[in-house]
Structure formats: structure tokens, C-alpha cells
């Protein structure tokens, strides 16, 4: 059931019809139930600090101007600067930014890096432009946030759509008006700007070590184990790369335009080749073509959603057939199908967990430029498998603790460190 913000009163409107936002707050409430927390700190905690809407002109190539629109909010500012990724899609709202940023804050606690959350997107669909247009816009994009964003302030990363070459324009930008070089800006740039070993691949790999985990207390096989994954872009491609070298076979993966399936196992090699050459996964020889909705109900044992939020929702929860879910995407389960998954004894790994990986490897790059001191993929890596190991046993404690599943564990865990945080300082004046 929904819940106003301020009355708390019930908004009866299946998920569907609400927007991300509204669905961050109800489950923000039923975290907070759990934990008994105070109204006051529920108004504090469910509303966002700051949020910024940009209207902005971009020069095309053919000379035209086009206006696009963008935000970039922060949720809240209390454990440290903010922190979020940029996406860009022809779908991005003020709503789902504001949604994602308060995931974020939830995720920084949940992992213990001292970050608040924020999100950034603009409304486009990038595959339109060239890539003079695309610099264009990103360029303006950063100048028209650049009063909210800063090493100390709020420092942006990938997400759907932007990469460490849109980082790299954000940094450069950023940097031009200050007038120096400042690489702690962003995370997620390039190598050789001062970007991280092991940011690229961080999401999907920190989402592999919590199925690691999570196989372990489910006393499951991993190479036993038959793997689904929706989205084959930076998590899901890598996820499901590192679930095959773990001995599972990979039978499922999809992106925007469809999905792949072969029981037997898919050729990832030669399906990266395939999308490689054709833009998508769709009619690759070495498997069946199947619907995104019918992905996610074939036979497997985990299943991976790596694209975008509300795809498990009440009408399909029921006939999800995966024994464990990962969420490396944001906000790919309505909490309907949360209920739903937990009376039929799925076991989800909830996004502000799953999907941690990415901003704790931003977190490493972050300090490392900082302190202009890079460490070694390795380094990388072992530091990133102890605090998504760390976090499990935390969170998976707090479900025993509580009762309570997965999502709501972890955000009883996030929600409580941030409230603290919020006591500690006090309200200033
Ligand atoms: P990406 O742009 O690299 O890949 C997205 C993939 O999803 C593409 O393959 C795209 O074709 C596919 N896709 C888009 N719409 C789809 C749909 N309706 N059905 C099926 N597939 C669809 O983006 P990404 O960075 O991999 O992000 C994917 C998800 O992971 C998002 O929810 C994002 O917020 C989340 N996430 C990303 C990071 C990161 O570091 N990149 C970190 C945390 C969470």
C-alpha cells in the first residue's frame, strides 16, 4: 500500500500506476515501521534535500537547437558528499531521479561508505545523437549542475547510457571552469584520467560475490545452477561473463530489443561478437528468441534483472520459476512482487545490496584521486569481495534479527545508520 509522505496515510494504487518515487517511500515506510522510527525522522529521511530541474539548449550538427531536460537531486547530504550516477534516457523523470537518489543513500549505508545519495538524468535518447551532439550535451549538462556538484560536494558516475568517455567530459568540463584538473569530480572516468582498476566491471562482479554468498547460505551449486540475466550492458554482460567463469551456465540474457535463450548453455564469446556486429542480442544463431517478459519466467535457478526498474511486478511474480534473485539493476521489483517472491521462498538480493559493487568501486577511485595514489585490480577487487561479504552477514543478520526479508533488511540496516548520522548533527539552525 502507498503512503502519503507527511499523513502516512494509505494511497491505494497498485505499483504500476505510481511513480519510482512513490515506491521508494512506501518501502522507506516499511523499513521504518520495522524499526519503530520516530515521525520526525520520517519526514527528514523521506523527502529529498535537494533537487534541480535544468531546461537547456544544445547546437545539433545540422546547426538546429534542441532544448533537453535534465535533474540532478540529492537525497541527502548527511553521511558525507552525495554521490549518483548520470542516465540518460528518452524516459528519465523527476520522479524516478529523485527515486534512485534516495536508493543511493540507503546503498552508501548499507556497504558503510560515507556517502550521502544522489541521481542525475537528463531526457533523451542518446542513440539519436552523434557524438559531437552527445559531448554537447553532456558538456552543458555539467554547467548547468556544476553549482551542485564538486569533489567535497556531489560526484557523479555512470549509469544507463553514459560511460567513462561522458565521465570524461564531465571531469573535463567541470575542471575548464574551475580552472584546474579536478579528477575527484567523478567516478567511473577512463583509466588514464585517474579513473579506477575495476570500476568498468565493479557492478556485475560486487553482484556476483552477493550471489556467491547468498548460494553459500542457500546451500546451492553454483555450477549446478542455470542463470538468467535481462540487460546485457555494463552489469548484466559482466555478471553474466563472471557467472559462466564460476562453472554456471549462462541459458538466458536479453537487452532493450529482446532476449536469447538456449537451455544448453549460450556461447557468451560469440554472443558479445554477435551484438558487437548487429547492436543487439536478438536472432544470435546459437539460441531462441524470446520476449523480455518471457525471460524472466523460463526455468533457471538465479535470475539477474540488469536493465531497468518495475519489471517483477504482481502480474508476473508468481511465475518467476529462479530460486534466487540478484538485482543488479535499480528498482526492478515492485514491493507487490517483494511480498509475492518471499511467500513463495525466493531469495532476493535487493538492488541497494546487489548492486553496491559499482558505487564501492567509485568510492575506491574517489580516494585514490584524492590522494593521486592508484592501487592494483587486485587490491581492488579483494577490498571490494570483504565489504560485499561484510554487508551480506550484516544484512542477512538483520533479516533473522527482524524477521524480515531481504529488501527490507537491508534497508532497515541503511535507513538506521543514516538516522543516526541525521541525530548526531542535529538541525541546524
Ligand atoms: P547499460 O546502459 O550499460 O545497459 C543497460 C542494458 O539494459 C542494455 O543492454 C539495454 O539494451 C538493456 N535494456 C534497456 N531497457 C531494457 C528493457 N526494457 N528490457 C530489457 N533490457 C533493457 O546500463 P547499466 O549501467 O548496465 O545499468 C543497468 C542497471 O543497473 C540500471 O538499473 C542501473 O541503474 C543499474 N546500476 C548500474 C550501475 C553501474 O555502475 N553501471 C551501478 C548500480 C546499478
Known amino acids: 500500500?502507498?503512503?502519503?509522505?507527511?499523513?502516512?496515510?494509505?494511497v491505494a494504487a497498485p505499483a504500476e500506476e505510481r511513480n519510482l518515487f512513490d515506491v521508494a517511500v512506501e518501502q522507506f515506510h516499511i523499513a521504518a515501521d520495522v524499526l519503530g522510527l520516530e515521525d520526525d525522522m520520517r519526514q527528514v529521511l523521506s523527502h529529498?534535500?535537494?533537487?534541480?530541474?535544468?531546461?537547456?539548449?544544445?547546437?545539433?550538427?545540422?546547426?538546429?537547437?534542441?532544448?533537453?531536460?535534465g535533474h540532478r537531486v540529492q537525497h541527502n547530504a548527511g553521511p558525507g558528499p552525495t554521490k549518483g550516477g548520470i542516465r540518460y534516457h528518452q524516459d528519465v523523470t523527476l520522479a524516478e531521479v529523485k527515486a534512485l537518489s534516495m536508493w543511493m543513500t540507503w546503498k552508501c549505508a548499507v556497504v558503510g561508505l560515507p556517502f550521502g545519495g544522489a541521481k542525475g538524468g537528463v531526457r533523451v535518447n542518446p542513440k539519436l545523437l552523434s557524438r559531437n551532439e552527445l559531448q554537447n550535451l553532456t558538456r552543458r549538462y555539467t554547467a548547468e549542475i556544476s553549482m551542485m556538484i564538486g569533489p567535497n560536494r556531489d560526484i557523479p558516475a555512470p549509469d544507463v547510457n553514459t560511460n567513462p568517455q561522458v565521465m570524461a567530459w564531465l571531469m573535463d568540463t567541470y575542471s575548464m571552469n574551475v580552472g584546474y584538473s579536478v579528477p575527484g569530480v567523478t567516478t567511473g572516468k577512463p583509466l588514464v584520467l585517474g579513473g579506477s582498476e575495476g570500476r568498468n566491471e565493479a557492478t556485475g562482479r560486487g553482484c556476483v560475490f552477493a550471489i556467491q554468498k547468498a548460494v553459500e547460505v542457500l546451500d546451492m551449486d553454483l555450477e549446478k545452477s542455470r542463470v538468467v540475466v535481462q540487460g546485457f550492458g555494463n552489469a548484466g554482460s559482466v555478471a553474466a561473463r563472471l557467472m559462466a567463469e564460476l562453472g554456471s551456465k549462462?541459458?538466458?540474457?536479453?537487452?532493450?530489443r529482446g532476449g536469447i535463450h538456449n537451455p544448453a548453455g549460450l556461447d557468451l564469446a560469440a554472443l558479445h561478437e554477435h551484438k558487437a556486429r548487429t547492436g543487439t542480442v536478438t536472432d544470435f544463431r546459437g539460441g531462441e528468441n524470446v520476449t523480455n517478459q518471457e525471460l524472466l519466467l523460463l526455468d533457471c535457478e538465479i535470475l539477474v534483472p540488469a536493465a531497468m526498474e518495475g519489471q517483477i511486478t504482481a502480474a508476473n511474480a508468481g511465475e518467476i520459476k529462479a530460486r534466487l534473485i540478484a538485482e543488479a539493476a535499480n528498482g526492478p521489483t515492485t514491493p507487490e512482487a517483494d511480498t509475492i517472491l518471499h511467500d513463495r521462498g525466493v531469495f532476493l538480493l535487493p538492488d541497494i545490496f546487489a548492486n553496491a559493487g559499482g558505487v564501492t568501486v567509485s568510492y575506491f577511485e574517489w580516494v585514490q584521486a584524492l590522494q593521486a595514489f592508484p592501487w592494483t585490480e587486485t587490491e581492488v577487487n579483494e577490498r571490494l569481495q570483504r565489504i560485499m561479504s561484510r554487508s551480506f552477514e550484516a544484512v542477512y543478520s538483520t533479516a533473522k534479527k527482524f524477521d524480515v526479508h531481504m529488501r527490507t533488511a537491508a534497508l532497515v540496516r541503511g535507513i538506521s545508520r543514516v538516522a543516526e548520522f541525521t541525530r548526531l548533527r542535529g538541525i541546524y539552525p
Not at 529529498?48 to 531536460?69: A, Y
Open 250 to 256: 549462462v541459458v538466458a540474457v536479453s537487452d532493450s
Open 48 to 69: 529529498c534535500q535537494r533537487e534541480l530541474t535544468v531546461n537547456f539548449p544544445v547546437e545539433m550538427d545540422d546547426g538546429s537547437v534542441k532544448v533537453f531536460t
Open 1 to 10: 500500500m502507498a503512503v502519503d509522505v507527511l499523513t502516512r496515510e494509505p
